[in-house]
C-alpha cells in the first residue's frame, strides 16, 4: 500500500475509499493493483494500494465499488485542442442562420 500518513498498523481514516478497481498508479514505477483501491481525505490521495489489504487498513465515511472500472489517481489530463483555447469565453449562442444551408 502507497501512504501519505500513519502507520500500516494503525487503522486510517478516510472520507471516500474506492475499491474493487483496476488502479493504474502515475508514480514513476507505473504501479498496477487490480482488484486495487483508492482512499481519499479531503481533497488528497490518502492512501493507494490493493483492495484486499485497504478494505482492512482504512475506515472510510463513504465506500463506492468501482465494478472493475479503471481508476488513474493522479493523473492531470493536460489534453487540449487549440480551438478550445482560442475559443474560450466567447458566447455559445449563436444565429444558426448564418451557417444553414438555404
Keep these: 500500500m502507497t501512504s501519505t500518513g500513519a502507520s500500516p498498523f494503525q487503522k486510517q481514516s478516510a472520507d471516500l475509499l474506492l475499491t474493487n478497481a483496476i488502479v493504474l498508479c502515475m508514480d514513476e514505477a507505473m504501479q498496477i493493483f487490480e482488484p486495487g483501491a483508492v482512499a481519499i ?11 484486499a489489504e485497504m478494505e482492512k487498513s482504512i475506515t472510510a ?28 469565453g466567447m458566447p455559445k449562442k449563436r444565429s444558426q442562420a448564418r451557417f444553414t444551408p438555404r
Design 61 to 88: 465515511q463513504e465506500v463506492v465499488d468501482c465494478g472493475g472500472k479503471v481508476l488513474m489517481p493522479g493523473l492531470i489530463n493536460a489534453h487540449t485542442h487549440v480551438p478550445m483555447n482560442l475559443l474560450r
Design 41 to 51: 481525505l479531503g481533497d488528497s490521495l490518502l492512501a493507494v494500494g490493493p483492495a
